[in-house]
């Protein structure tokens, strides 16, 4: 039984990423660095509940780069982090 709950909770996660990698494409091409830093931090709980600690610290090093106004750092990483989501993406 626990597989399938599993299996629900993947079909949940993976629902929510697809939405995050839109979301973040989105971001990113209009370079809305405020809405970029959201999706980021709404992915680093997410993955981190899910089971996904690398995803999560990706995400969270989005966050960290936009915090410390480092635009290009955190163009750089939004884009490998939009890459990982697509990953899991069926």
């Not at 959201?38 to 990706?58: D, E, I, N, R, T």
């Not at 995400?59 to 635009?71: G, K, N, P, T, Y």
């Amino acid at each position: 039984a626990e597989e399938e709950v599993d299996d629900e909770l993947m079909a949940i996660f993976i629902e929510s990423a697809s939405g995050y990698r839109d979301k973040l494409k989105a971001a990113l091409s209009n370079t809305n660095w405020t809405e970029v830093r959201a999706v980021a931090h709404s992915v680093k709980g997410s993955a981190a509940s899910f089971g996904f600690p690398a995803l999560s610290k990706q995400a969270e090093q989005v966050q960290f780069s936009l915090d410390e106004v480092q635009i290009d750092k955190a163009s750089t990483l939004a884009g490998e982090l939009l890459a990982e989501i697509g990953k899991l993406l069926p």
